[in-house]
């Protein structure tokens, strides 16, 4: 079954219902031997495309991941660039700011991990959370010292979403394609992986009593992101709705997303000018003659 990027893509400024998008569909592979077939060509491909971007050097990728806690970001991550070259490839995660990102504006800690041209850079979480759990839990605004006023709960959110889309089309003009992903989680499903972190001692690790609280914001946080999604899906930097309630099936249909992305940009391996090739003719010659 042959994966079309444009059926997972937020278009156009209509009111965006999240209930209306699917977080399951038709599995796109018929075992899982037939899966782990499908994403070892989809990684073998991803490794050619991305050492290509990195010897062209002309461009640059941003990958940004949201969703709903236990959506499967991090296994999208480390599954669909495992094959990738650590040199050519950045992961950040954004966690709770610190004092010193207290102190600046909601862009400057992401925009301070850009990836440079020929280079692919992941943010697992993003400045987006500034207008998501930041919406959602209005005290975490009130600690970012902001000026009198500037904080006004009805201008604030459609300032914050200007300023994003400004940054990602800079970002599109210099060079940098950004592809978003938001890993679309049912809450039935989040339960049974909650239930899973509980039940299987390997898993403890990733549940905390916060994860329950953050749960009962569901509702919150479902308003929130088709606020954010509907602002801020642009032609030059749109999201993506990935069904993921099956973790094997949104890694594949990542993994194509990100390939037809990156085959789209005018990549090529630099081409020698009749300098570098006089100095190579000289080299096989000093080699030849060892």
């Keep these: 079954m042959k994966i079309n990027p444009a059926h997972y893509r937020v278009t156009g400024r209509k009111p965006l219902r999240l209930k209306h998008w699917p977080t399951a569909g038709r599995p796109l592979y018929r075992s899982e031997k037939h899966y782990h077939r499908l994403l070892a060509r989809d990684i073998g491909e991803l490794s050619e495309l991305q050492r290509l971007l990195y010897a062209s050097n002309r461009h640059a990728v941003l990958l940004i991941f949201q969703s709903m806690d236990a959506a499967g970001k991090d296994g999208a991550i480390g599954h669909v660039l495992t094959g990738i070259n650590p040199q050519g490839c950045e992961v950040h995660s954004f966690k709770h700011p610190s004092a010193e990102e207290l102190e600046h504006d909601f862009l400057w800690r992401s925009t301070c991990r850009l990836p440079a041209r020929g280079r692919i850079g992941v943010f697992n979480r993003s400045y987006y959370e500034e207008v998501l759990i930041v919406r959602v839990h209005p005290e975490i ?29 800079h970002l599109h003009r210099n060079g940098t394609q950004v592809i978003k992903f938001f890993l679309h989680l049912s809450k039935p499903e989040q339960r049974r992986r909650f239930l899973a972190r509980i039940d299987e001692p390997e898993k403890n690790w990733k549940f905390s009593q916060a994860d329950l609280t953050e749960r009962r914001f569901w509702n919150h946080y479902r308003h929130a992101y088709e606020a954010c999604l509907r602002a801020t899906s642009t ?55 060892e």
């Design 141 to 169: 605004l009130a600690a970012q010292g902001l000026p009198e006023g500037l904080a006004d709960k009805n201008t604030i959110w459609s300032g914050r979403y200007r300023s994003i889309v400004d940054l990602e089309k």
């Design 235 to 289: 032609e030059a930097a749109p999201w993506h709705v990935v069904p993921a309630d099956d973790k094997l099936n949104a890694r594949l249909i990542v993994s194509r997303i990100v390939i037809e992305t990156l085959q789209a940009l005018p990549l090529q391996y630099p081409r020698l000018d009749r300098k570098r090739r006089r100095e190579f003719a000289a080299i096989r010659r000093e080699l030849n003659d």
